[in-house]
């Protein structure tokens, strides 16, 4: 069954950083890739997937991710981060074919003011 | 919000009894999902329904059963509860494309 890692769980950085969180997974064939982040007490909401093309999507607020198949991995940036990025965030694999969708253990990024 | 609506939000329980959570839809969406959500492991697929009368198991499914008898019901059942099933459960549909919505989230406690 195919695993997604997230190496950092907790990432604290201070306002104006810049951020980048590892996702890594194991899964050979053609992949759905997501990043979700859930603020404090939310549920969870979709800050941008990458299906085909251009390796480098953008998503919300700023946030982007490059899919790089030789290395399986999609790692999320930010080149400036705020206070209100502080949330917990969490990559997502969905192989083409089948329905199901896994997910990495999170990581929990606190912003400083 | 994508149209998804969990019940109960909190529910406390005690070890042995059954509980059931619910989660709704009015989009209409063929799929369905339960997931737990626990500190250190993320979100962890529980079953999945791809259809009405039509689930599947997901890589923590032991002790829980679901059904889904309508398109926009989707139960899920602890037959027995456990303290090992304290968590945030949630809910996720997905359509014909491959992005996932997700619920509110169930915290449920178990005594």
């Known amino acids: 069954a195919q695993s997604v890692s997230q190496h950092n769980h907790h990432v604290i950085l201070s306002e104006a950083a810049s951020l980048e969180l590892g996702c890594n997974y194991s899964?050979?064939?053609?992949?759905?890739l997501f990043w979700y982040v859930q603020y404090p007490g939310q549920h969870l909401q979709l800050l941008l997937k990458?299906?085909?093309?251009?390796?480098l999507v953008k998503g919300i607020k700023g946030f982007e991710a490059e899919f790089i198949k030789s290395k399986f991995s999609f790692n999320l940036r930010k080149p400036s981060v705020q206070w209100s990025d502080t949330a917990e965030y969490f990559c997502?694999?969905?192989?083409?074919?089948?329905?199901?969708?896994?997910f990495g253990a999170g990581t929990r990024l606190t912003v400083k003011p | 919000d994508a149209g998804i609506t969990q019940s109960p939000r909190h529910k406390v329980t005690e070890t042995g009894t059954p509980v059931t959570l619910r989660c709704h839809q009015t989009?209409?969406?063929?799929?369905m999902y339960w997931y737990r959500q626990d500190p250190g492991h993320g979100l962890r697929l529980i079953h999945y329904?791809?259809?009405?009368?039509?689930?599947d198991k997901g890589e923590v499914s032991d002790g829980y059963s679901v059904s889904r008898s309508k398109t926009e019901d989707f139960l899920l059942t602890l037959e027995s509860a456990t303290s090992s099933q304290t968590s945030v459960y949630f809910c996720?549909?997905?359509?014909?494309?491959?992005?996932?919505?997700f619920g509110q989230g169930t915290r449920l406690t178990v005594v």
């Open positions: 989009e209409n969406h063929r799929y």
């Open positions: 997502a694999v969905n192989p083409v074919n089948n329905n199901d969708m896994r």
């Open positions: 996720a549909i997905k359509g014909a494309g491959p992005v996932a919505f």
């Open positions: 329904s791809y259809g009405v009368k039509d689930t």
């Open positions: 990458y299906f085909s093309g251009d390796p």
């Open positions: 899964y050979g064939g053609t992949v759905n």
